[in-house]
């Protein structure tokens, strides 16, 4: 499970693995290791066998027998769909998400769902629903959220890959807590289907070891489906093959000033963008120091409304599911107040905010178009220990708050629709991985992805494990 789901795949094709043992492999890994990490919400053991023994040598479906997770807030068909809430704790889900189909289609096999924070609202995963998830690398700390269980098992070598999506952060997050790569495609590069007609901060994305196998599943789960209200241009040419390409001589800015004014950044993230820097001039870029216009508290109070209307009408919708009104007694307090906030709020007061967020998006796109990519830390601080983020506080919405200190850097670009990937180029002096965020231009993947397969190739990371899980041979 710590080979790359290409690699996997390719054994699977030739004969060399049949893909009921690479599921039966990763069946027992969970069986070891997830007691200790908590990141499945359910495990799919009869339904992945048997889709296991459909698959035989010469499939060419691009990941035919690979094993994969889904995030517990996309429907796989038969399976728990629980958003981390109570009021869905019991929910099967009646068909399938675009995500789910299409990773299907192309072979992979569903071992279970993974677990995510009540809503998917906080960076880290402690629903009370599941219990905490932990982070492998350190049992005492957070993988993150709210992508946390996909990246627990990830990392943990349960799976090679897993679903995640990103609403705020939610697959770069916990790609950095766990020493992952973790893209946040561009906006409309996804389809919602079937539920949505587009997503103005969140879309769907992978938690992989390597660039490779983010660039081939975006290519499997990119693209429009009908009735889609927006989407992002088709690419050239596959992702998997710009990935290859030498990305050339790139203008790179670099920041390590936090869109939060409040929020400080610790030496450790800020000193990998320092050594990302001199390794990216190393490569033959030019690297430049910007300051972004971007700290301005309005900014934060806009987006935390646009992105609360969103788990506001997640809650409703739990609602809808349980045949009743959502109570109090329900939830967590931080998502009650949350949804009593954003009710309290006129529709026009919330499309206000939207319209507003998206002006200092555009401000922004403006200000990086010089630029072929930015730098930034892809956290302000180290991966959390578990209980940091309490949302049953006395006053909740200050945990809400809070988590914004240790994430500054990623939410902004749900904002611009950019899309922006977590690399764990370094090892922290703590122990603990040690990621940067790189952001690319508006639709812009294909150079992204590019440059990120040249840092990996000067800086590798893909041997790294942590000790949990560690002791099997590749």
């Keep these: 499970m710590f080979r790359s789901a290409i690699e996997l795949a390719g054994m699977v094709r030739l004969g060399e693995v049949s893909a009921s043992e690479l599921v039966q492999s990763s069946l027992q890994r969970i069986e070891e290791l997830n007691p200790a990490l908590n990141a499945f919400v359910e495990v799919d053991e009869r339904g992945a066998l048997a889709a296991a023994r459909e698959i035989g040598a010469g499939d060419d479906r691009p990941f035919a027998g690979v094993p994969i997770a889904i995030k517990n807030n996309r429907p796989v068909k038969g399976l ?31 071992v279970g769902t993974t677990t995510l924070p009540e809503y998917g609202i906080l960076p880290t995963s402690e629903a009370r629903l599941f219990g905490a998830t932990r982070n492998p690398w350190d049992l005492a700390r957070t993988p993150g959220g709210s992508s946390g269980g996909a990246a627990a098992a990830v990392a943990a070598g349960i799976v090679p890959v897993a679903h995640g999506n990103d609403g705020g952060g939610s697959v770069r997050i916990p790609a950095a807590c766990c020493g992952l790569v973790g893209l946040k495609p561009a906006r409309g590069r996804i ?68 869109p939060q004014p409040d929020a400080s950044v610790d030496p450790l993230c800020a000193g990998a963008v320092a050594d990302a820097t001199e390794l990216l001039r190393s490569l033959g870029h030019d690297v430049q ?29 739990s ?11 329900d939830m967590e307090p931080m998502s009650w107040a949350i949804y009593s906030m954003i009710g309290k709020l006129g529709a026009i007061e919330q499309m206000a ?41 006395a006053n909740p919405m200050s945990t809400f708050t809070r988590s914004g200190l240790f994430t500054p ?66």
């Design 319 to 329: 609602g809808r599911v349980a045949g009743r009104e959502p109570t109090p007694e």
């Design 191 to 258: 389809s919602p289907a079937p539920e949505l007609g587009d997503s103005d901060l969140g879309i769907d994305g992978m938690l992989t070891r390597s660039v490779a196998d983010t660039a081939a599943i975006l290519d499997v789960l990119e693209g429009y489906e009908q009735g889609d209200a927006t989407w992002a241009p088709p690419p050239d040419e596959p992702f998997a093959l710009a990935a290859q390409i030498e990305p050339g001589r790139l203008r790179i800015a670099a920041t390590t000033t936090p």
């Design 289 to 317: 120091e910007v300051e972004p216009p971007w700290q301005d508290e309005t900014v934060r109070e806009l987006f935390g409304v646009v992105f609360s209307s969103h788990i506001a009408l997640s809650i409703a919708y």
């Design 80 to 110: 728990r769909l629980t958003y981390g809430c109570s009021l869905m704790s019991e929910h099967i889900a009646a068909y399938d998400h675009n995500v789910t189909r299409r990773l299907r289609d192309a072979g992979f096999v569903i």
């Design 353 to 393: 905010a939207a319209t507003r967020l998206q002006q200092f998006a555009r401000r922004l796109v403006a200000f990086l178009e010089p630029y072929d990519a930015l730098l930034t830390p892809a956290l302000a601080e180290r991966p959390l220990p578990i209980g940091t983020l309490d949302t049953s506080a």
């Design 409 to 474: 850097f990623t939410p902004i670009f749900n904002a611009t629709g950019q899309p922006a990937i977590s690399l764990p180029l370094y090892d922290g002096a703590d122990g603990l991985p040690l990621a940067v965020q790189l952001v690319g231009r508006p639709a812009g993947e294909a150079q992204l992805l590019a440059l990120a397969t040249q840092l990996e190739a000067a800086q590798p990371w893909a041997e790294r494990r942590p000790s949990l899980g560690a002791d099997v041979a590749l």
